[in-house]
C-alpha cells in the first residue's frame, strides 16, 4: 500500500503574489528585539506569513508561517531552540532549513523518509537591529514535500537555502559606517499605501515645506529654487555629494560637531532597487547615516524603516539620542498622516500624473523596476533607463 493515498496539489508558495513585486531581494522582517530566547514572533513580506525565530546558537531564521502537513501557522508550535514542533500533529523541523525530523505518528512499518519532507525555509540574517529575510522567486525556494508522493513545487528550482550556505546569495544591506565607534538607532512606522506609493514618497523631494513644516526644520516661506546632479549607478541611481539646504536645520548641527575652519558639510544619496535609500553626511571627521527601507507588507500595506547611524555628539548620547528619536518620530509621522490622507484618495482610483523634474526621480524607480523585471523574464543584462549624469532643477 502507499505511503500516500492522494498526493497534494503543491501550489506556488504565493497564492498572493503580485507579479509587479521585486523577489530575489532581502526585505526587513521585524525587529531583532521582538525575538528572545526561544520567543516565536510573526511577520509578512510580499504577502508571505512569516514565524521568526532564534535559535540556541543565536543564529535567526525565517520559516513560512504554515505547516506543509495541513496548513496550520506553525507559530503556534513549541520551539525548543533547536527544533519547531507543529501544534497540530507534533511535526518536528530544523527552522534553518526547514527540514522535517519527525513525525511522531510514525510507525516502524511506515518507509516514508521524514528527512526529505521540508516546510518551507527562507535565508534569515540580523543586521543593525532587524531580522532580514530573502525572499526568492514565488516557487523557487525549498517549500515542497520531497519524496513518496511529494514532488517540488517547480521542476528546477532553486533553492534559496543552500544557496545561502554556499555564499551565493547578495549580501545583506547595512547603514554605512566610517569609524569604528558610533551610536545607532532606528525608526519605523506603517503606510496604507501600495510599496510603489511608499517609495516615490520616501524620494520625493517638493513635499518638504508642506509636509514637514516645524521650526526646528522648515516652512513654506523657505521653499528655493535648487539644482541637483544624479548619475546611474548599479541598480539604482545617485544624487552627487552637495551641500544640503540651507534651511535644513538638523544639517546645521553637523557644523557644531567639532568640524574645522574650512570643513565643509556635504551629503549624498543613492537609491538602490528594491527600496534602499542611503543618505551620508560628512562634516570632516563628522559624519551621519541612514538606511531608509519600504517593506511591502500587502498590496495596499508597506512599512517604513529607518536606520541611522553618527559619530557626532557621542559625548552626549545620553541627551542627544532621546532628542533625535522625539523629532524623528515627529518627521515620519508627518509622512505617515500625508500616506493616510493620501490612501482616502486612492480608494477612488484617480488618474495620476508626475512631472519634470521633481518627480524624475520616481520615474526613474518604475523604470528601474520595469527593467529588473523584463531582465527576469527574458534573462537579458538589465538595460538601465539612465544613459548618463543628469541635473535636475525644482523648487522647494
Not at 528619536?325 to 498622516?337: A, N
Request: hydrophobic share 40%.
Amino acid at each position: 500500500m502507499p505511503d500516500l493515498l492522494i498526493q497534494p496539489e503543491l501550489k506556488p508558495i504565493e497564492a498572493a503574489a503580485k507579479a509587479d513585486w521585486l523577489y530575489g531581494f532581502w526585505y526587513p522582517a521585524l525587529l531583532s528585539d521582538r525575538v528572545r530566547g526561544p520567543k516565536l514572533a510573526t511577520a509578512t513580506l510580499l504577502g508571505i506569513p512569516l514565524v521568526l525565530g532564534r535559535k540556541c546558537s543565536g543564529e535567526p531564521f525565517a520559516m513560512r508561517d504554515s505547516c506543509p502537513h495541513r496548513g496550520i501557522p506553525l507559530s503556534f508550535g513549541h520551539f525548543d531552540g533547536e527544533r519547531l514542533q507543529c501544534s497540530y500533529h507534533g511535526w518536528c523541523f530544523e527552522p534553518r532549513s526547514g527540514q522535517c525530523q519527525e513525525i511522531p505518528s510514525l510507525t516502524l512499518q511506515d518507509k516514508l523518509k521524514v528527512e526529505r519532507i521540508y516546510a518551507a525555509a527562507f535565508p534569515c540574517e540580523e543586521r543593525d537591529g532587524f531580522f532580514w529575510v530573502f525572499i526568492p522567486e514565488p516557487g523557487s525556494e525549498r517549500s515542497a514535500l520531497k519524496g513518496h508522493g511529494f514532488s517540488r513545487a517547480e521542476e528546477g528550482i532553486q533553492d534559496s537555502a543552500a544557496l545561502a550556505a554556499e555564499g551565493g546569495l547578495p549580501p545583506v544591506p547595512r547603514v554605512p559606517t566610517f569609524s569604528e565607534k558610533y551610536v545607532l538607532t532606528h525608526l519605523a512606522a506603517d503606510l496604507p499605501c501600495s510599496v510603489d506609493h511608499g517609495i516615490i514618497g520616501l524620494m520625493d523631494p517638493a513635499h518638504g515645506p508642506f509636509v514637514h513644516q516645524a521650526w526646528w526644520w522648515r516652512s513654506r516661506h523657505s521653499i528655493h529654487e535648487k539644482e541637483k546632479h544624479f548619475e546611474p549607478i548599479p541598480n539604482g541611481f545617485r544624487m552627487s555629494a552637495h551641500t544640503p539646504s540651507a534651511n535644513s536645520a538638523p544639517y546645521k548641527l553637523m557644523r557644531l560637531s567639532g568640524a574645522k575652519a574650512g570643513d565643509k558639510v556635504e551629503t549624498t544619496i543613492d537609491f538602490v532597487l528594491p527600496n534602499l535609500r542611503f543618505e551620508t553626511v560628512h562634516c570632516g571627521e563628522g559624519w551621519f547615516s541612514t538606511l531608509t527601507t519600504v517593506a511591502p507588507i500587502t498590496a495596499n500595506h508597506c512599512r517604513i524603516d529607518v536606520r541611522a547611524a553618527w559619530n557626532i555628539f557621542r559625548w552626549a548620547t545620553p541627551l542627544v539620542l532621546p532628542i533625535g528619536r522625539f523629532f524623528g518620530k515627529k518627521f515620519i509621522r508627518q509622512d505617515q498622516q500625508t500616506m493616510e490622507r493620501q490612501a482616502i484618495g486612492l480608494q477612488h482610483n484617480p488618474n495620476l500624473m508626475l512631472i519634470d523634474d521633481a518627480d524624475r526621480p520616481a520615474k526613474w524607480y518604475f523604470a528601474l523596476k520595469q527593467a529588473w523585471l523584463d531582465s527576469r523574464r527574458t534573462g537579458e543584462p538589465m538595460k538601465h533607463p539612465m544613459s548618463g549624469p543628469v541635473s535636475l532643477h525644482w523648487r522647494s
